[in-house]
């Protein structure tokens, strides 16, 4: 189903994922959301940022590990953990927030 | 947790045999693969104008080869063995989740088509044609089915509904009807070398990673080496052992091991993944195609053995099937298995007392142990019967105090399935997936309640990911599933190991 996002019209594929990640722009993770009534903080985009430039070095969504090791060390080690995550996206740090980052969702046995 | 638009099932104290409620998962079906999906398997994008004759045919082509299919088609005697013993059915009470029932979507046309009494008589011997809406009933309900085997344990036939549910997933494959989770995932493995879409940059990022933590942990170099010519061993381990937890905490047990063992072991980027999802959509070229990376793999690092990680089906697929998919491995060392498992080279270095084990270190778990379906029931370890049941529970009752297991019917070769296998651990399927759990979290709730566990142990990438889903629906916590090797990774004291533990132990000792 297609979103609207800032008057333009973005293809996403079955599971809301975006199918162009070139189109994404902040509005995209602003409009998911407000579709899954969340409402996004300067944490949520903390993470979103970290996962878009993970993306863009390696090509892929970081690990669980990396991701929070990463935000232990910004945010401090009481946040550092897949805990804090689900609690800011409740569907899953690896799912949810790729999503609103524009990345591919991770397949496999994750 | 997400919110749930679906009834999760109350756990009841004792499995109890639900009444048959006819069509409650008839909505239940997987998203389809697109044209780009299917293409690398080399299976057609789009239904074709004749596709009834093409199921047909090639419903006729997996007869001549699998013998064995003709024999469960023919055999089934509806005795009614099996119709309790699957946990779609236990979970969701649709009686085309009874194995027998789902075995007669397909069994009906192929008595239409290939035997004489369905050919002219169709009506007396229950033989239906190939209409549309029964290809709809084969895409739901075969995506329904985890082919865990459980049922074939039961069947006085010994009919193996999953090697039905992979032929009926082959024929739709076939006419262009493919599950988009498994099939986008075959054409990673092919483009990239791994189910995740890993890419060899970020894989090294990773395991440098993990190296890192390792020594700022414990203050040893515990190496993780990819690529590495002329190790003795390739270790091959499912891809989410790279990405997810508690999955992650298992691969950095493999590594304390070879470590304190002194073996030479890398990992490869080109089979950085176990599994093959081939097995899961009953296709035996693409099953093949993914398993000859390995040979490659370990022809090109010129090592001398392989080892498994904790992958179920993979391990389903190397221990039975490798040899004459891959093989012969004859340039391997003969003095070891081929391939060999994990846990069979853990128990072998725990019997061989290389390990230094402290056991309290798990000392605030009580733990159980699933046994995952393809491992019970498809395979073995050691060279003991039901050794894939023992070497498991040794290496964790030589690194846990505190062990107990889950009820007899719900273990061994009748282990529950975790819900999720067989190329069904996909979000679109999430309420079978939550259903479908229920009798392994009946029992797990039991010795919760019984005996206090805490955690249960798993040695499949699918079961752990599964686990950490559905727990959260039934009120427990996700993290309650662990690795095997990670309790084997919290136990060992590697040499020259300094921990945060040793000093407040030698500040104790002090006092």
């Known amino acids: 189903m297609p979103i609207e996002v800032n008057g333009k019209t973005l293809e996403t594929d079955e599971e809301g994922y975006l199918a162009n990640i070139n189109e994404w722009e902040p509005g995209v993770a602003d409009v998911m959301a407000k579709e899954d009534e969340l409402d996004l903080t300067d944490e949520h985009w903390d993470i979103i940022n970290f996962l878009r430039e993970y993306y863009e070095e390696y090509q892929i969504a970081p690990a669980v590990r990396v991701l929070t090791k990463a935000v232990g060390k910004k ?23 790729c999503r609103y980052a524009g990345l591919p969702k991770p397949t496999g046995c994750v | 947790m997400a919110k749930a638009s679906f009834e999760i099932p109350k756990l009841d104290e004792y499995p109890e045999v639900p009444p048959v409620v006819p069509g409650t998962m008839a909505h239940s079906k997987p998203y389809v693969a697109k044209p780009d999906f299917q293409a690398p398997l080399e299976f057609p994008g ?8 093409k199921a047909i045919d090639a419903m006729g082509d997996l007869l001549g080869k699998y013998r064995s299919l003709r024999v469960y088609l023919d055999s089934c005697v509806k005795c009614g063995a099996c119709t309790d013993k699957c946990h779609y059915y236990l979970g969701t009470q649709d009686p085309k989740n009874m194995p027998v029932g789902r075995q007669d979507l397909l069994r009906k046309v192929y008595r239409r088509h290939f035997t004489f009494a369905g050919k002219y008589f169709p009506k007396l011997v229950g033989a239906e044609d190939l209409t549309k809406e029964v290809l709809d009933d084969w895409y739901s309900y075969f995506h ?20 039905i549910s992979m ?3 082959e024929i739709m494959d076939r006419i262009g009807v493919g599950q988009k989770y498994c099939n986008e995932i075959i054409g990673k493995v092919y483009k990239i070398g791994n189910n995740l879409g890993l890419p060899e940059k970020a894989l090294a990022d990773t395991l440098e990673g993990l190296e890192e933590d390792v020594e700022e942990d414990t203050g040893v170099a515990v190496k993780f080496p990819l690529d590495v010519k002329g190790a003795d061993i390739l270790v091959v381990t499912p891809s989410a052992d790279f990405f997810a937890e508690p999955h992650v905490d298992g691969l950095i047990g493999y590594g304390k091991v070879f470590h304190e063992a002194g073996v030479s072991w890398t990992l490869s980027s080109k089979a950085s993944e176990a599994a093959n999802f081939g097995m899961f959509i009953g296709s035996y070229e693409n099953m093949r195609r993914v398993s000859l990376r390995i040979r490659e793999a370990a022809l090109e690092l010129g090592v001398k053995r392989i080892i498994f990680g904790e992958c179920g089906h993979a391990w389903r697929v190397a221990y039975s099937f490798l040899n004459t998919l891959a093989g012969p491995f004859d340039f391997l060392d ?56 023992k070497i498991p529970r040794n290496v964790i009752k030589a690194v846990c105090n505190h062990f107990v297991d889950m009820a007899p019917e719900t273990i061994h070769e009748k282990t529950f399935c975790c819900g999720g296998g067989g190329g069904l651990l996909t979000d679109d399927l999430m309420e079978l997936r939550v259903k479908g759990a229920k009798p392994r979290m009946e029992a797990l709730k039991n ?51 300094t921990s945060e533990d040793d000093e407040e132990e030698s500040t104790e000792d002090a006092a």
């Not at chain 2, 344990?153 to 193996?160: A, E, L």
């Not at chain 2, 990911?465 to 427990?476: A, D, E």
């Open chain 1, 75 to 97: 945010l401090g080690k009481d946040k550092g953990n897949s805990k804090y995550l689900y609690g800011l996206f409740p569907y899953g740090p690896g799912k949810q927030a």
């Open chain 2, 46 to 53: 789009e239904l074709p104008d004749d596709w009834h004759d």
């Open chain 2, 144 to 163: 329904q089915c985890s082919q865990c085997r459980r049922c074939s344990v039961f069947c006085p036939y010994g009919i193996d509904t999953a090697e």
């Open chain 2, 167 to 169: 032929a009926a997933r």
């Open chain 2, 334 to 389: 003969p003095k070891y298995p081929v391939p060999q498992h994990i846990l069979e080279f853990t128990w072998g270095e725990i019997q061989k007392g290389t390990l230094n084990i402290d056991k309290s270190a798990n000392d605030d778990m009580v733990v159980t142990f699933h046994d995952s379906c393809n491992v019970a029931r498809a395979s073995r370890m050691g060279s003991e019967p039901g050794g894939q049941f």
């Open chain 2, 447 to 497: 010795v919760i309640e019984d005996y206090g566990v805490t955690n249960m142990a798993a040695i499949c990438a699918i079961c752990k990911s599964q686990f950490t889903k559905v727990l959260p629906y039934y009120g427990m916590d996700m993290d309650m599933i662990v690795s095997v090797h990670q309790l084997v990774s919290n136990a060992i004291v590697l040499t020259g190991q």
